[in-house]
């Protein structure tokens, strides 16, 4: 019901800040859609995929320790958008961002096989 189309991304020097969004376009339209719970995952070079925040329909968030204080997740539902604002990249923050969302009625970082609709991914690159 949902694609997932990510824009952002790129370069950007260590301590440095960087925007990446996901807009999620429904193909068929439902009200249940405010019920999604979305999120942002990464993927480094030969390791694997990592849940680093998600936010709930209530506006509830959770982040992986890893980015805690860092990033912060946000939706814009007037724009059907979903942003993930980080701050004081790190290098090893480099990776392959993507977004997810889930109809079913669970949020975490974890599994991974909970969200069924994924983005196509953006690579982030921060260099010391």
């Known amino acids: 019901q949902v694609q997932l189309v990510q824009s952002g991304g790129g370069s950007e020097e260590a301590g440095g800040s960087m925007r990446l969004s996901c807009e999620a376009f429904?193909?068929?339209?439902?009200?249940?859609?405010?019920?999604?719970?979305m999120g942002w995952f990464r993927q480094k070079s030969r390791e694997g995929r990592e849940g680093i925040a998600v936010?709930?329909?209530?506006?509830?968030?959770r982040y992986a320790d890893s980015v805690e204080g860092r990033f912060t997740i946000s939706k814009d539902n007037a724009k059907n958008s979903l942003y993930l604002e980080m701050n004081n990249l790190k290098v090893e923050d480099s990776a392959m961002y993507v977004c997810?969302?889930?109809?079913?009625?669970?949020?975490?970082?974890?599994?991974?096989?909970?969200?069924?609709?994924w983005g196509q991914g953006t690579e982030v690159t921060v260099s010391s």
């Open positions: 429904a193909l068929i339209p439902s009200s249940d859609s405010i019920k999604y719970c």
């Open positions: 997810a969302a889930t109809e079913l009625p669970r949020c975490a970082l974890a599994p991974e096989s909970w969200y069924t609709f």
């Open positions: 936010i709930v329909s209530d506006g509830t968030t």
